[in-house]
């Protein structure tokens, strides 16, 4: 996608290969800047405090967190040390797991010596896969948008409703629910996007806006309660979310707000989509509701907010009385009975583990082992 004319991905390797380098989401919208990760430190703050955020890029960084981490210590200890220290940073993302996963099983059997020039080539395999699944997921969904097209609003815009962010800055490139968009709007299908603000973090306001503005999309940034509202008066054509974790069952876990989209699209006959690349898919799980952990966020996110005031100036400030208490869940489950499809990079599939299974049928033989 591209900034300014530009094209970026979100994390790459800095040109002196010393570092990776990374889009600082906690900047935007106001600010553009790039971030540089030197050590497994920086690797883990970045994923902690949400430089970067999304479960695919989440696990991209985390592989270069592996190569930054091998770099200082490529012991065994050092490596058992590494994945305990990234795994912890956010435990509700599966990338981050499967990618620590694939780099501890690569790394293991290697000599030391050898281990990190692996781990800097497996997050490189791993970044240009993501690339190439979104891409993908985008193709499934665009042939989604083209039906709805044809038999419902020829020649007409198409009205997408999306939540949080999960663009290209929640991936590598592309994006997952965002795919399918900018594949229609380079296509010359006009599409138009409710962008929901998406409270307490604000990504949709901050980075979905960003992103599509920057690439051209047609958008309109709504409080995260306005949805239901256009889907009553026929406003919504289709939703598309993202999700940072869906079971084998097809239960998608995705940030908090998500599943009342879904509740209020099935009330009104909106077809829901997900888009879902499959090393989202948490095959050891079935109840998302209830083996999903949801990860508890700091209550200043609820409590405070962030903005740019009328002379430039970026300033936090509180929005509660001073003595009240705020939880902040950061993410819900949506059962698999209110999820239309799950647009994968295999095609689509029905949200059911079968569903699931005639895309990914190696997966079967893997269940029962």
């Not at 919208?29 to 989440?58: N, Q, Y």
Request: hydrophobic share 40%; glycine share 8%.
């Amino acid at each position: 996608m591209k900034i300014d004319g530009k094209p970026h991905r979100t994390i790459w390797p800095a040109p002196d290969g010393n570092a990776v380098e990374i889009i600082d989401q906690t900047k935007l919208p106001h600010r553009f800047e790039i971030t540089r990760l030197e050590t497994l430190k920086d690797a883990a703050h970045a994923i902690k405090a949400m430089l970067v955020r999304g479960a695919p890029l989440i696990g991209a960084t985390a592989a270069y967190g592996m190569w930054l981490a091998m770099r200082e210590d490529a012991s065994d200890a050092g490596l058992s040390n590494a994945y305990d220290r990234l795994y912890e940073t956010r435990p509700t993302a599966v990338n981050l797991r499967w990618a620590l996963d694939a780099a501890r099983t690569k790394l293991s059997p290697l000599a030391p010596t050898a281990r990190a020039d692996a781990a800097f080539a497996l997050a490189g395999e791993i970044c240009d896969e993501d690339v190439e699944i979104n891409r993908s997921i985008g193709e499934a969904g665009l042939a989604v948008i083209k039906d709805i097209q044809s038999r419902k609003k020829p020649g007409e815009t198409i009205n997408i409703l999306t939540h949080c962010n999960a663009g290209w800055l929640a991936t590598v490139d592309w994006g997952t629910a965002t795919a399918p968009i900018y594949l229609a709007h380079d296509g010359g299908i006009p599409v138009h996007v409710w962008v929901d603000e998406t409270r307490p973090r604000n990504q949709g306001a901050s980075l979905t806006a960003w992103e599509l503005g920057n690439h051209g999309v047609p958008h309109t940034v709504i409080v995260d309660n306005a949805g239901g509202h256009h889907m009553q008066h026929g406003q919504v054509d289709l939703v598309i979310t993202g999700t940072d974790r869906t079971t084998r069952a097809g239960d998608v876990c995705n940030k908090i707000g998500t599943y009342l989209k879904a509740l209020a699209a099935h009330d009104n006959g909106v077809p829901f989509y997900v888009g879902l690349p499959s090393p989202t898919i948490d095959w050891t799980i079935a109840d998302g509701v209830r083996d999903i952990p949801i990860e508890e966020r700091d209550h200043r996110e609820v409590t405070e907010i962030t903005g740019r005031l009328p002379d430039g100036a970026v300033a936090t400030v509180t929005i509660t009385p001073e003595k009240s208490n705020a939880a902040n869940p950061a993410f819900d489950v949506t059962p698999a009975r209110l999820v239309t499809g799950l647009l994968t990079e295999r095609g689509l599939a029905e949200a059911s583990e079968e569903g699931l299974l005639r895309l990914f049928p190696e997966m079967r033989q893997a269940n029962k082992d």
